[in-house]
């Protein structure tokens, strides 16, 4: 998934914005455990059905998430397949990105003399912004 293509965008910007929420990142790691219908969301969550519903369609239109009818019931689930193709976009939009453990331990992959650079104190980038200075 090449994370330039229009249609790409779009889908991570969903998935950004469904994670941004504390209640939705709360019904993935209960979803995490086993699927769960809205019922059992919203005694556990202590949140209207409403509410749990509506979180479960940004979840699901970001692909995070499926429904499976059972009976009357419909049971939500992570949809592994799903986060799995996001995850590998989330690697190629973050895997230039490195921590600052990794620098230290020299496992950061960044060339020499800009780890040199870091060292001796911020580096300076385009339009005068500073990396690795304080404010």
């Given at each position: 998934?090449?994370?330039?293509?229009?249609?790409?965008?779009?889908?991570?910007v969903?998935?950004?914005?469904?994670?941004?929420?504390?209640?939705?990142?709360?019904?993935?790691?209960?979803?995490?455990?086993?699927?769960?219908?809205?019922?059992?969301?919203?005694?556990?969550?202590?949140?209207?059905?409403?509410?749990?519903?509506?979180h479960?369609?940004?979840?699901?239109?970001?692909?995070?998430?499926?429904?499976?009818?059972?009976?009357?019931?419909?049971?939500?689930?992570?949809?592994?397949?799903?986060?799995?193709?996001?995850?590998?976009?989330?690697?190629?939009?973050?895997?230039?990105?490195?921590?600052?453990?990794?620098?230290?331990?020299?496992?950061?992959?960044?060339?020499?003399?800009?780890?040199?650079?870091?060292?001796?104190?911020?580096?300076?980038l385009?339009?005068?912004?500073d990396?690795?200075?304080?404010?």
């Amino acid at each position: 998934m090449d994370l330039l293509e229009g249609g790409a965008v779009d889908d991570q910007v969903k998935v950004f914005q469904a994670l941004s929420s504390e209640a939705r990142l709360e019904i993935l790691r209960l979803l995490k455990e086993h699927p769960q219908c809205v019922k059992a969301l919203t005694e556990r969550l202590a949140m209207t059905q409403p509410a749990v519903s509506q979180h479960l369609r940004v979840l699901r239109e970001a692909g995070l998430v499926k429904a499976e009818k059972r009976g009357m019931w419909v049971h939500y689930a992570l949809d592994h397949q799903a986060l799995q193709a996001r995850g590998k976009a989330m690697a190629e939009l973050f895997g230039g990105w490195t921590t600052a453990q990794a620098v230290v331990d020299g496992t950061s992959g960044c060339p020499d003399e800009l780890l040199e650079e870091c060292q001796d104190g911020p580096v300076t980038l385009a339009a005068g912004h500073d990396h690795g200075g304080t404010s």
